[in-house]
């Protein structure tokens, strides 16, 4: 049982525009930032946004983040057959004293 | 660049203790604002996060593997450690080290290193 809450999976078809949600509480997304990672199989997982809705370099710009309150968004627009892959949203945890991360989404392109 | 590399026996016996080590190249350490963290993902499931330290040895871990988590770092091999007692077949994972900046706009765990698969089994 992850402390965020998100969709075990979505699909969406190529060129088209997908959201990911993540729910967590006042400890962690209602007081800290929200960062997203992506987990290619087999591979570490890769900071895609930081900050809530920041991009690090060299990342596209067809990711983006959002937060309100207790809950974050990763939307990923103009999906590419690259973009299959695992997602998960994670935030400190005041509570907690450490991080915490969403349980993941598995992202297939139709 | 910096680089993060997870080093440790692949195998370890039920009831022995998990030992990995993370060498960082590329950056030190020891600078200041960076935090240095364990986080594992056993196989097919998602993230969990460890513990984290800091250069001085301040350490934070995660209260359901507390009793049996040691953090600690080496700053003159530009290395930390995570030791993790008395392993079940329930802790085989594949384990991270990542770095955590600590920023007044937040913190992120922004370079991961690339894994190391670790299974308990006799």
């Known amino acids: 049982q992850s402390v965020l809450t998100q969709p075990p999976s979505v699909s969406e078809a190529p060129r088209q525009r997908v959201t990911i949600s993540c729910s967590g509480s006042?400890?962690?997304?209602?007081?800290?930032?929200v960062n997203w990672y992506q987990q290619l199989p087999g591979k570490a997982p890769k900071l895609l946004i930081y900050?809530?809705?920041l991009l690090p370099s060299g990342v596209s710009d067809r990711f983006s983040g959002s937060k309100s309150g207790t809950s974050a968004s990763l939307a990923i627009s103009g999906l590419q057959s690259e973009d299959e892959a695992d997602y998960y949203c994670?935030?400190?945890?005041?509570?907690?004293?450490?991080?915490?991360f969403g349980g993941g989404t598995k992202l297939t392109v139709l | 660049q910096l680089q993060l590399q997870e080093s440790g026996p692949g195998l370890v016996k039920p009831s022995e203790t998990l030992s990995l080590t993370c060498t960082v190249s590329g950056g030190s350490i020891s600078s200041s604002g960076y935090y240095w963290g364990w986080i594992r993902q056993p196989p097919g499931k998602g993230l969990e996060w460890i513990g984290t330290?800091?250069?001085?040895?301040?350490?934070d871990y995660n209260p359901s593997l507390k009793s049996r988590v040691t953090i600690s770092v080496d700053t003159s091999k530009n290395q930390f450690s995570l030791k993790l007692s008395s392993v079940t077949a329930a802790d085989t994972a594949v384990y991270y080290c990542?770095?955590?900046?600590?920023?007044?706009?937040?913190?992120?765990?922004?370079?991961w290193g690339q894994g190391t698969l670790v299974t308990v089994s006799s």
């Open positions: 994670a935030a400190w945890d005041d509570r907690l004293n450490g991080w915490v």
């Open positions: 900050y809530d809705d």
């Open positions: 990542a770095r955590d900046p600590y920023k007044s706009s937040g913190r992120a765990l922004d370079y």
């Open positions: 006042s400890s962690n997304i209602g007081n800290n930032a």
């Open positions: 330290i800091y250069y001085s040895g301040s350490t």
